[in-house]
């Protein structure tokens, strides 16, 4: 989808409605047998659409983690979730044939594929790259960073609640690889859309986040969550 189309404002419920379309919960599994709620480590996915092609996003240090995990159990597996709805057979899909592409160390990126070159995933889009990418963020910037942090997915054999929270920082300082945000004014806001709502939540899980800078209303992807404390 090109971002040309979309209007929001930052830092609403509407943009990180919109904004979670992005994403997927990821989970790592010590057993490619265990079952969704057998318990798995967290992250993020991001969807993006690099040229002719679907790509799903994390951190490279995600990817090391799934290694260590293969080194006890050859079998240990990176998986996604959603659930489906709206005229798909109503239930959580797992999907776990996903293909490395791509990566970095020094970016802490790491690119995947499908089976195919391009997927079509039931309520999700991908970010059109080339209409939506950012080059120029700029310190002082309102940043917002959707994702699935481990402590909102909750998944039992009856019970599968895949909530995303949104992020607001202020970006304090903006390099060629890397904006920090530091928070060092106190204006970070979230909301992680439970009931009840929490004061703090553990940002364990919101690795490989996208993060976009509301600029004009519009929003424009500028990278993903390599680090959070």
């Known amino acids: ?114 089976l195919a070159n391009t997927v079509e995933l039931p309520d999700h889009d991908f970010i059109d790259y080339r209409s939506s990418y950012l080059a120029d963020p700029k310190p002082d910037e309102a940043v917002t960073i959707v994702g699935y942090p481990g402590a909102n997915v909750t998944m039992t054999p009856s019970l599968a609640d895949l909530g995303y929270m949104q992020i607001g920082f202020i970006a304090s300082c903006v390099s060629e690889h890397r904006i920090i945000l530091a928070d060092e004014h106190g204006k970070r806001r979230f909301t992680d859309y439970q009931n009840p709502s929490r004061p703090k939540i553990s940002l364990g899980g919101l690795s490989g986040s996208p993060a976009f800078v509301i600029r004009d209303r519009r929003p424009r992807f500028v990278g993903i969550l390599t680090e959070a404390d």
Request: aromatic share 10%; charged share 25%.
């Open 1 to 114: 989808m090109s971002y040309s189309k979309i209007l929001i404002p930052a830092a609403s419920d509407e943009a990180a409605r919109i904004l979670s379309r992005y994403t997927l919960p990821l989970g790592l599994k010590s057993r490619s047998a265990n079952t969704p709620w057998d318990g798995a480590e967290r992250a993020t996915f991001t969807l993006v659409q690099a040229g002719e092609m679907h790509v799903f996003i994390t951190c490279f240090h995600v990817l090391n983690r799934l290694r260590e995990m293969q080194k006890r159990d050859s079998s240990a597996q990176l998986v996604a979730y959603a659930v489906l709805k709206d005229g798909w057979p109503r239930g959580l899909a797992e999907f776990n044939t996903f293909r490395l592409v791509d990566e970095s160390e020094l970016l802490d990126v790491a690119v995947f594929c499908g």
